[in-house]
């Protein structure tokens, strides 16, 4: 059994410096100028090893961005609110500081996917993930009533996802908490109790 347990943690750090190494390049260069040499020197493994866990970059890319949307969702505590309306302004303030914490330890994967027109389809990902989650969220009556509620889904998950987009745009000048306090303030002035 500690043997499988040690294999394991091995898999798991190669796969880490893999995906480290990726992100790293992809920072740097264009995605199509990536090669799989590229990546197994930066990770300090060989193609090989590389092969072993990804079919090739784009089947890279597309884990990695898989990953960290799946764990962005379960970053924000969605459980339980997910399926249900969030009225507890605290319980959906906590949720966002989980999240924004998530992109701060999560910096070097969401520079690189959100930087100038890398992958308009990650954020088109991002949105319809923070759409998903927030359309439960939207209170059609009060300062809402008489919207269209695609709009008002559409105008709120832009502005959330452009939000995240300038604080790691400018190497997040605020830390998580005040941002995700900021955004629920706003949030909350259009009857959203938000948990993105």
Same mark, same amino acid.
């Given at each position: 059994?500690?043997?499988? /347990? ?21 920072? @740097? ?5 990536? +090669? ?29 961005? @898989?990953?960290?949307?799946? &764990? ?18 605290? %319980? ?10 998530? =992109? @701060? ?6 520079? *690189? ?5 890398? +992958? ?18 939207? $209170?059609? !009556?009060?300062?809402? &009533?008489?919207? $269209?509620? %695609?709009? +008002?889904?559409? =105008?709120?998950? *832009? ?5 995240? !987009? ?14 995700? !306090? ?12 938000? /948990?993105?």
């Amino acid at each position: 059994m500690e043997a499988k /347990v040690k294999k394991d943690r091995r898999v798991t750090r190669t796969k880490e410096a893999i995906n480290r190494a990726f992100l790293e390049l992809f920072a @740097e260069k264009a995605f199509d100028r990536i +090669t799989i040499n590229d990546i197994a020197e930066r990770a300090n493994v060989n193609r090989a090893t590389v092969y072993l866990h990804y079919a090739d970059k784009y089947d890279l890319l597309d884990k990695c961005i @898989e990953d960290h949307l799946n &764990q962005m969702v379960t970053a924000c505590s969605l459980n339980k609110s997910f399926q249900q309306k969030v009225t507890d302004l605290f %319980e959906a303030t906590e949720a966002l500081k989980s999240l924004f914490a998530y =992109f @701060e330890d999560h910096f070097l994967f969401f520079s *690189s996917m959100l930087s100038s027109h890398k +992958t308009v389809a990650f954020r088109d990902c991002m949105l319809g993930i923070t759409r998903t989650l927030i359309q439960k969220q939207i $209170d059609m !009556e009060g300062a809402n &009533q008489g919207m $269209d509620p %695609e709009v +008002t889904l559409q =105008f709120t998950a *832009s502005a959330f996802v452009g939000t995240v !987009e300038w604080w790691i745009a400018n190497q997040m000048p605020h830390p998580p908490a005040m941002m995700a !306090e900021q955004a629920m303030k706003l949030l909350k002035r259009h009857d959203i109790y938000c /948990v993105v």
